[in-house]
């Protein structure tokens, strides 16, 4: 059984720029979410992905976006980088539709963005 | 809206004495609790979860944790800690609506196992 699996795994980029980072859902299941952990705190939950579409959000501006894919994997990206999004983005992956389930997650490896 | 506070950032623990994370959460319907670990440079890994049923959960490398409804608590501990702990621990409160699952986590604890 294939885990969660992201890419780049570090990448650095000055204000402005935009970036796309990627994830692979483990085998079987078909909800994507996304969390930003600064440095220091614990994950915050971005967003949430299902059946291709948004799902639930949490509070980040509209310049965070996302795509999910039929085959269940999906991008994260960010437009006009500020310094604050210099973080680790962590992709999870879950077998459960959404209003179902207990919620647990199985978490890849992140992606860390630094900001310059 | 849910909530969880875990006291402490930074805990050190000698080796072989026992570990105690707490967590306190704030949930308006019955949760669903977890705690992460946390290795340098690396993802989320489950700990263990409580859902319903028996409220002593145990997990993998020897931890448990007690769900206390009156005490909205969901404390860690092991009672002998190896190296292999040193670690941040997480603790999360799940909210399960049709809009999307979302965990909600504390500010975690870095656990320090001195030899």
Same mark, same amino acid.
């Given at each position: 059984e294939?885990?969660?699996?992201?890419?780049?795994?570090?990448?650095?980029?000055? @204000?402005?720029?935009?970036?796309? +980072?990627?994830c692979?859902?483990?085998?079987?299941?078909?909800?994507?979410?996304?969390?930003?952990?600064?440095?220091?705190?614990?994950?915050?939950?971005?967003?949430?992905?299902?059946?291709?579409?948004?799902?639930? @959000?949490?509070?980040?501006?509209?310049?965070?976006?996302g795509?999910?894919?039929?085959?269940?994997?999906?991008?994260?990206?960010?437009?006009?980088?500020?310094?604050?999004?210099?973080?680790?983005?962590?992709?999870?992956?879950?077998? @459960?539709?959404?209003?179902?389930?207990?919620?647990?997650?199985?978490?890849?490896?992140?992606? @860390? +963005?630094?900001?310059? | 809206?849910?909530?969880?506070t875990?006291?402490? $950032? *930074?805990?050190?623990? $000698?080796? %072989?004495?026992?570990?105690?994370?707490?967590?306190?959460?704030?949930?308006?319907?019955?949760?669903?609790?977890?705690?992460?670990?946390?290795?340098?440079?690396?993802?989320?890994?489950?700990?263990l979860?409580?859902?319903?049923?028996?409220?002593?959960?145990?997990?993998?490398?020897?931890?448990? /944790?007690?769900?206390?409804k009156?005490?909205?608590?969901? *404390?860690?501990?092991?009672?002998?800690?190896?190296?292999?702990? /040193?670690a941040?621990?997480?603790? /999360?409160?799940?909210?399960?609506? /049709?809009?999307?699952?979302k965990?909600?986590? %504390?500010?975690?604890?870095?656990?320090?196992?001195?030899?």
């Amino acid at each position: 059984e294939t885990g969660v699996t992201q890419s780049p795994t570090h990448l650095i980029k000055t @204000r402005g720029q935009q970036v796309t +980072l990627r994830c692979s859902s483990q085998s079987g299941h078909n909800t994507v979410s996304w969390y930003q952990q600064a440095l220091g705190q614990g994950p915050q939950f971005i967003f949430q992905y299902y059946r291709e579409e948004e799902n639930g @959000r949490g509070n980040f501006p509209p310049r965070f976006s996302g795509l999910q894919f039929p085959n269940y994997s999906s991008e994260l990206n960010v437009n006009a980088l500020e310094l604050d999004d210099s973080a680790l983005y962590l992709c999870a992956s879950s077998s @459960r539709s959404p209003g179902k389930g207990t919620g647990e997650l199985f978490f890849g490896e992140g992606s @860390r +963005l630094t900001v310059l | 809206a849910q909530s969880v506070t875990q006291l402490g $950032s *930074h805990v050190s623990v $000698s080796e %072989g004495a026992l570990v105690l994370l707490r967590c306190n959460y704030s949930s308006s319907v019955p949760p669903y609790l977890f705690w992460y670990v946390q290795y340098p440079n690396q993802g989320l890994q489950l700990l263990l979860k409580y859902t319903t049923g028996a409220t002593l959960v145990k997990g993998i490398n020897g931890f448990e /944790a007690e769900f206390k409804k009156s005490e909205t608590s969901f *404390h860690l501990t092991k009672p002998s800690a190896h190296m292999s702990d /040193a670690a941040e621990y997480f603790c /999360a409160v799940s909210v399960i609506k /049709a809009a999307g699952n979302k965990l909600t986590f %504390g500010g975690g604890t870095r656990v320090l196992v001195k030899p």
